[in-house]
Protein backbone atom coordinates (compact mmCIF):
# COMPACT_ATOMS: atom_id res chain seq x y z
CA UNK A 1 0.00 0.00 0.00
CA UNK A 2 1.18 3.57 -0.91
CA UNK A 3 1.35 5.82 2.49
CA UNK A 4 -1.13 8.74 2.79
CA UNK A 5 0.71 11.88 1.45
CA UNK A 6 2.71 14.11 3.00
CA UNK A 7 4.69 17.12 3.05
CA UNK A 8 8.90 16.65 2.42
CA UNK A 9 11.33 18.67 4.78
CA UNK A 10 15.32 18.61 4.54
CA UNK A 11 16.76 19.58 7.33
CA UNK A 12 20.39 21.08 7.07
CA UNK A 13 21.09 20.75 11.08
CA UNK A 14 20.07 18.99 13.98
CA UNK A 15 19.19 22.42 15.14
CA UNK A 16 16.61 23.07 12.17
CA UNK A 17 15.40 20.03 12.61
CA UNK A 18 14.27 20.36 16.05
CA UNK A 19 13.05 24.15 14.96
CA UNK A 20 10.95 22.12 12.59
CA UNK A 21 9.47 19.80 14.54
CA UNK A 22 8.07 22.68 16.57
CA UNK A 23 6.46 24.79 13.98
CA UNK A 24 5.22 21.90 12.17
CA UNK A 25 3.28 20.58 15.94
CA UNK A 26 2.08 17.12 16.39
CA UNK A 27 1.38 15.40 12.69
CA UNK A 28 5.32 16.10 11.65
CA UNK A 29 8.15 13.29 12.65
CA UNK A 30 11.26 12.75 11.34
CA UNK A 31 13.07 10.22 8.91
CA UNK A 32 15.87 8.72 10.27
CA UNK A 33 16.90 5.32 8.27
CA UNK A 34 13.29 4.74 8.07
CA UNK A 35 13.15 0.86 8.45
CA UNK A 36 10.28 1.23 11.02
CA UNK A 37 9.06 4.43 10.20
CA UNK A 38 8.62 3.53 6.15
CA UNK A 39 6.83 0.43 6.94
CA UNK A 40 4.42 1.52 9.13
CA UNK A 41 3.39 4.49 6.86
CA UNK A 42 2.77 1.81 4.03
CA UNK A 43 0.51 -0.20 6.49
CA UNK A 44 -1.04 3.26 7.38
CA UNK A 45 -0.35 2.72 10.96
CA UNK A 46 1.85 5.82 11.02
CA UNK A 47 -0.09 8.81 9.11
CA UNK A 48 2.37 11.98 9.38
CA UNK A 49 1.80 15.26 7.35
CA UNK A 50 5.35 16.08 7.71
CA UNK A 51 8.42 13.98 7.09
CA UNK A 52 11.44 16.15 8.34
CA UNK A 53 14.31 14.11 6.95
CA UNK A 54 17.93 14.00 8.55
CA UNK A 55 19.79 12.16 6.33
CA UNK A 56 21.26 15.14 4.54
CA UNK A 57 22.79 16.49 7.91
CA UNK A 58 26.21 16.26 8.21
CA UNK A 59 28.31 15.35 11.12
CA UNK A 60 25.74 13.05 12.70
CA UNK A 61 27.02 9.69 11.74
CA UNK A 62 29.97 8.99 13.94
CA UNK A 63 31.77 6.81 16.37
CA UNK A 64 34.09 8.01 18.83
CA UNK A 65 36.10 7.75 21.80
CA UNK A 66 36.50 10.13 24.71
CA UNK A 67 37.10 9.64 28.28
CA UNK A 68 36.29 6.16 28.69
CA UNK A 69 33.63 5.99 26.44
CA UNK A 70 32.15 5.71 23.26
CA UNK A 71 29.65 8.09 21.54
CA UNK A 72 27.79 7.59 18.70
CA UNK A 73 26.09 9.86 16.54
CA UNK A 74 22.06 9.76 16.35
CA UNK A 75 22.61 8.52 12.54
CA UNK A 76 25.33 5.66 12.76
CA UNK A 77 23.51 3.44 10.93
CA UNK A 78 23.95 -0.24 12.32
CA UNK A 79 26.52 -1.23 9.33
CA UNK A 80 28.87 1.06 10.28
CA UNK A 81 28.85 -0.12 13.83
CA UNK A 82 29.21 -3.44 12.92
CA UNK A 83 32.25 -2.53 11.16
CA UNK A 84 33.90 -0.11 13.61
CA UNK A 85 37.11 -1.46 15.28
CA UNK A 86 36.58 1.10 18.12
CA UNK A 87 33.15 -0.16 18.66
CA UNK A 88 34.10 -3.55 18.75
CA UNK A 89 36.50 -2.59 21.72
CA UNK A 90 32.74 -3.10 23.71
CA UNK A 91 32.25 -7.03 22.28
CA UNK A 92 28.53 -6.95 23.09
CA UNK A 93 27.69 -3.70 20.70
CA UNK A 94 29.17 -5.28 17.87
CA UNK A 95 27.25 -8.35 18.54
CA UNK A 96 24.15 -6.45 18.75
CA UNK A 97 24.84 -4.73 15.08
CA UNK A 98 26.03 -7.63 13.36
CA UNK A 99 22.32 -9.61 14.15
CA UNK A 100 20.07 -7.06 13.36
CA UNK A 101 17.81 -7.89 10.23
CA UNK A 102 19.96 -8.36 7.03
CA UNK A 103 23.04 -6.25 5.39
CA UNK A 104 19.79 -3.90 3.53
CA UNK A 105 18.30 -2.74 6.97
CA UNK A 106 21.74 -2.64 8.52
CA UNK A 107 22.58 -0.26 6.17
CA UNK A 108 19.71 2.45 6.38
CA UNK A 109 18.64 2.09 9.84
CA UNK A 110 20.43 3.85 12.69
CA UNK A 111 21.05 3.47 16.53
CA UNK A 112 19.36 7.05 17.13
CA UNK A 113 16.25 5.97 15.12
CA UNK A 114 16.00 2.56 16.89
CA UNK A 115 15.95 3.91 20.20
CA UNK A 116 13.47 6.64 19.53
CA UNK A 117 11.26 3.62 18.26
CA UNK A 118 11.27 2.14 21.61
CA UNK A 119 10.30 -1.36 19.60
CA UNK A 120 9.84 -3.65 22.35
CA UNK A 121 11.21 -6.13 19.77
CA UNK A 122 14.24 -4.14 19.03
CA UNK A 123 18.16 -4.79 19.66
CA UNK A 124 19.51 -2.03 21.05
CA UNK A 125 18.11 -1.22 24.04
CA UNK A 126 18.44 -4.40 25.52
CA UNK A 127 22.16 -4.43 24.76
CA UNK A 128 22.37 -0.68 26.12
CA UNK A 129 20.68 -1.92 29.07
CA UNK A 130 23.74 -3.66 30.16
CA UNK A 131 25.70 -1.16 30.14
CA UNK A 132 26.72 2.53 31.33
CA UNK A 133 24.17 4.67 28.75
CA UNK A 134 23.19 7.78 28.34
CA UNK A 135 21.11 9.60 25.66
CA UNK A 136 21.78 13.15 25.00
CA UNK A 137 18.89 14.80 23.24
CA UNK A 138 18.27 18.51 21.51
CA UNK A 139 15.18 20.44 21.62
CA UNK A 140 13.75 23.98 21.39
CA UNK A 141 15.15 24.53 25.05
CA UNK A 142 18.58 22.62 24.26
CA UNK A 143 20.36 19.62 25.19
CA UNK A 144 19.60 17.34 28.02
CA UNK A 145 20.76 13.90 28.89
CA UNK A 146 19.29 11.10 30.45
CA UNK A 147 20.41 7.38 31.31
CA UNK A 148 18.78 5.11 29.02
CA UNK A 149 16.53 3.69 31.98
CA UNK A 150 14.75 7.15 31.96
CA UNK A 151 14.78 7.18 28.35
CA UNK A 152 12.32 4.44 27.48
CA UNK A 153 9.19 4.66 29.41
CA UNK A 154 6.90 1.88 27.65
CA UNK A 155 6.58 0.09 24.28
CA UNK A 156 6.98 2.58 21.32
CA UNK A 157 7.19 5.20 24.43
CA UNK A 158 10.02 7.82 25.19
CA UNK A 159 10.96 10.68 27.10
CA UNK A 160 11.28 12.78 24.26
CA UNK A 161 9.40 15.87 23.72
CA UNK A 162 7.42 16.27 20.42
CA UNK A 163 9.99 18.71 19.07
CA UNK A 164 12.60 16.96 20.07
CA UNK A 165 15.46 14.64 18.73
CA UNK A 166 18.19 12.02 20.05
CA UNK A 167 21.33 13.75 19.15
CA UNK A 168 23.87 11.00 20.67
CA UNK A 169 24.05 7.94 22.66
CA UNK A 170 27.33 7.72 24.78
CA UNK A 171 28.16 4.36 26.37
CA UNK A 172 30.72 3.63 29.38
CA UNK A 173 33.85 1.37 28.06
CA UNK A 174 33.45 -1.29 31.30
CA UNK A 175 36.29 -1.57 33.25
CA UNK A 176 39.10 -4.17 32.51
CA UNK A 177 38.28 -7.91 33.71
CA UNK A 178 34.76 -7.24 31.51
CA UNK A 179 33.17 -9.29 28.62
CA UNK A 180 29.78 -9.29 27.37
CA UNK A 181 27.84 -11.27 24.86
CA UNK A 182 23.87 -10.81 23.19
CA UNK A 183 22.58 -14.00 21.67
CA UNK A 184 18.91 -13.83 20.24
CA UNK A 185 16.79 -16.67 18.77
CA UNK A 186 15.56 -15.85 15.70
CA UNK A 187 13.24 -17.70 12.93
CA UNK A 188 15.41 -16.03 9.97
CA UNK A 189 17.74 -13.06 9.72
CA UNK A 190 15.69 -10.28 8.60
CA UNK A 191 12.82 -10.74 11.62
CA UNK A 192 13.24 -9.47 14.99
CA UNK A 193 14.00 -11.95 17.76
CA UNK A 194 11.82 -14.31 19.02
CA UNK A 195 14.06 -13.81 22.76
CA UNK A 196 17.39 -12.58 23.26
CA UNK A 197 19.15 -11.99 26.04
CA UNK A 198 22.16 -9.62 26.85
CA UNK A 199 25.08 -10.27 29.49
CA UNK A 200 28.02 -7.95 30.63
CA UNK A 201 30.36 -9.80 33.25
CA UNK A 202 33.35 -7.82 35.44
CA UNK A 203 35.25 -10.82 36.83
CA UNK A 204 37.98 -10.36 40.00
CA UNK A 205 39.54 -13.68 39.36
CA UNK A 206 36.94 -16.51 39.63
CA UNK A 207 34.44 -14.25 41.10
CA UNK A 208 31.67 -12.33 39.20
CA UNK A 209 32.23 -8.73 40.85
CA UNK A 210 29.71 -7.24 38.84
CA UNK A 211 26.66 -8.81 36.09
CA UNK A 212 24.12 -7.23 33.96
CA UNK A 213 21.23 -8.85 32.44
CA UNK A 214 18.98 -7.68 29.93
CA UNK A 215 16.16 -9.78 28.42
CA UNK A 216 14.53 -8.53 24.82
CA UNK A 217 10.93 -9.26 23.46
CA UNK A 218 9.69 -10.78 26.57
CA UNK A 219 8.09 -8.07 27.84
CA UNK A 220 7.09 -4.16 27.15
CA UNK A 221 10.53 -3.40 27.63
CA UNK A 222 14.09 -4.40 27.63
CA UNK A 223 13.90 -6.11 30.93
CA UNK A 224 16.46 -5.79 33.56
CA UNK A 225 16.75 -8.82 35.05
CA UNK A 226 18.40 -8.08 38.38
CA UNK A 227 17.35 -10.97 40.29
CA UNK A 228 19.60 -13.11 38.06
CA UNK A 229 22.12 -10.25 37.94
CA UNK A 230 22.10 -11.17 42.26
CA UNK A 231 22.92 -14.84 41.58
CA UNK A 232 25.72 -14.17 39.88
CA UNK A 233 27.21 -10.89 41.80
CA UNK A 234 29.85 -11.61 44.49
CA UNK A 235 29.94 -15.73 43.25
CA UNK A 236 31.74 -18.09 41.34
CA UNK A 237 29.89 -18.44 38.00
CA UNK A 238 29.37 -22.59 38.29
CA UNK A 239 26.70 -24.30 36.96
CA UNK A 240 25.03 -23.77 40.31
CA UNK A 241 24.90 -19.98 39.94
CA UNK A 242 23.90 -19.99 36.39
CA UNK A 243 21.21 -22.51 36.79
CA UNK A 244 19.86 -19.79 39.54
CA UNK A 245 20.34 -17.01 37.16
CA UNK A 246 18.40 -18.51 34.48
CA UNK A 247 15.77 -19.42 36.95
CA UNK A 248 15.13 -15.76 37.62
CA UNK A 249 15.79 -14.63 34.37
CA UNK A 250 12.95 -16.90 33.29
CA UNK A 251 10.72 -14.75 36.37
CA UNK A 252 12.12 -11.85 35.57
CA UNK A 253 10.35 -12.51 32.04
CA UNK A 254 6.69 -11.41 31.25
CA UNK A 255 6.27 -12.65 27.72
CA UNK A 256 3.05 -12.72 25.38
CA UNK A 257 2.07 -15.33 22.91
CA UNK A 258 2.30 -14.59 19.49
CA UNK A 259 3.27 -15.74 15.94
CA UNK A 260 7.01 -16.32 16.95
CA UNK A 261 5.73 -18.74 19.99
CA UNK A 262 4.09 -19.09 22.95
CA UNK A 263 4.77 -17.44 26.35
CA UNK A 264 5.70 -20.21 27.90
CA UNK A 265 8.07 -21.62 24.77
CA UNK A 266 9.51 -17.84 25.63
CA UNK A 267 10.13 -18.16 29.20
CA UNK A 268 12.15 -21.27 28.37
CA UNK A 269 13.83 -19.98 25.38
CA UNK A 270 15.20 -17.30 27.41
CA UNK A 271 16.87 -18.95 30.27
CA UNK A 272 18.43 -20.71 27.51
CA UNK A 273 19.95 -17.58 26.05
CA UNK A 274 20.88 -16.36 29.43
CA UNK A 275 23.34 -19.53 29.84
CA UNK A 276 24.57 -19.19 26.37
CA UNK A 277 25.19 -15.61 26.59
CA UNK A 278 26.66 -16.13 29.93
CA UNK A 279 29.59 -18.52 28.69
CA UNK A 280 30.70 -16.08 25.82
CA UNK A 281 30.66 -13.50 27.98
CA UNK A 282 32.33 -14.79 30.84
CA UNK A 283 35.37 -16.43 28.43
CA UNK A 284 35.46 -12.65 26.72
CA UNK A 285 36.03 -11.28 30.47
CA UNK A 286 39.30 -13.62 30.84
CA UNK A 287 40.29 -11.86 27.60
CA UNK A 288 39.49 -14.71 24.80
CA UNK A 289 38.53 -13.74 21.42
CA UNK A 290 34.85 -15.51 20.54
CA UNK A 291 32.88 -14.91 17.88
CA UNK A 292 29.37 -15.20 18.29
CA UNK A 293 26.50 -15.50 16.28
CA UNK A 294 22.09 -15.19 17.02
CA UNK A 295 20.97 -18.94 16.51
CA UNK A 296 18.56 -19.51 13.84
CA UNK A 297 15.31 -21.53 13.52
C1 LIG B 1 12.67 -6.23 7.67
C2 LIG B 1 13.15 -5.53 8.91
C3 LIG B 1 13.72 -6.27 9.92
C4 LIG B 1 14.19 -5.64 11.09
N1 LIG B 1 14.74 -6.41 12.06
C5 LIG B 1 15.23 -5.80 13.17
C6 LIG B 1 15.88 -6.57 14.19
O1 LIG B 1 16.06 -7.78 14.08
N2 LIG B 1 16.31 -5.90 15.29
C7 LIG B 1 16.17 -4.54 15.43
O2 LIG B 1 16.60 -3.99 16.44
N3 LIG B 1 15.58 -3.81 14.48
C8 LIG B 1 15.12 -4.39 13.36
N4 LIG B 1 14.53 -3.61 12.39
C9 LIG B 1 14.37 -2.16 12.60
C10 LIG B 1 15.64 -1.39 12.25
O3 LIG B 1 16.64 -1.67 13.21
C11 LIG B 1 15.44 0.13 12.25
O4 LIG B 1 16.64 0.67 11.83
C12 LIG B 1 15.10 0.83 13.54
O5 LIG B 1 14.03 0.30 14.21
C13 LIG B 1 14.68 2.28 13.30
O6 LIG B 1 15.76 3.03 12.87
P1 LIG B 1 15.62 3.96 11.61
O7 LIG B 1 16.86 4.75 11.58
O8 LIG B 1 15.27 3.18 10.41
O9 LIG B 1 14.42 4.94 12.06
P2 LIG B 1 13.14 5.44 11.27
O10 LIG B 1 12.33 4.31 10.79
O11 LIG B 1 13.50 6.49 10.29
O12 LIG B 1 12.39 6.16 12.50
C14 LIG B 1 11.82 5.39 13.55
C15 LIG B 1 11.13 6.34 14.53
O13 LIG B 1 12.10 7.09 15.27
C16 LIG B 1 11.97 8.49 15.03
N5 LIG B 1 13.34 8.99 14.95
C17 LIG B 1 14.28 8.60 14.05
N6 LIG B 1 15.46 9.20 14.35
C18 LIG B 1 15.25 9.96 15.44
C19 LIG B 1 16.08 10.81 16.23
N7 LIG B 1 17.38 11.00 15.95
N8 LIG B 1 15.53 11.44 17.30
C20 LIG B 1 14.23 11.25 17.60
N9 LIG B 1 13.39 10.47 16.89
C21 LIG B 1 13.90 9.83 15.83
C22 LIG B 1 11.16 8.61 13.75
O14 LIG B 1 10.42 9.83 13.71
C23 LIG B 1 10.24 7.40 13.83
O15 LIG B 1 9.14 7.67 14.68
C24 LIG B 1 14.05 -4.22 11.22
C25 LIG B 1 13.48 -3.47 10.19
C26 LIG B 1 13.03 -4.11 9.03
C27 LIG B 1 12.44 -3.28 7.92
Same mark, same amino acid.
Given at each position: ?9 ? =?? &? ?43 ? &? ?54 ? &? ?48 ? %???? %?? #???? /? /? !? ?15 ? /? ?26 ? #? ?5 ? =? ?10 ? !??? &????? =? ?47 ? =?
Amino acid at each position: MYPRAFHYHR =AS &SLKEAATMLSQLGESAKLLAGGQSLIPLMKLRFANPSHLVDLNFI &SGTSYIKEEKGGLRFGAMTRHAEIEASNLAARIPIIHDCAAGIADVQVRNRGTIGG &SLAEADPSGDWAVVLATLSTEIRCLGKKGERAMPLAGFIKDAYTTALAHN %ELVK %EI #TVKV /P /P !KGSGGAYIAFKRSAPVY /PTASAAVQLTMEGDVCKDAAIALGCVGL #TAIKATA =AEAALRGQKITD !KTV &SAAMD =AARAAADPQSDMRGSADYKRVLVGGLVKRAIQVALRRARGEQVEVSHIY =A
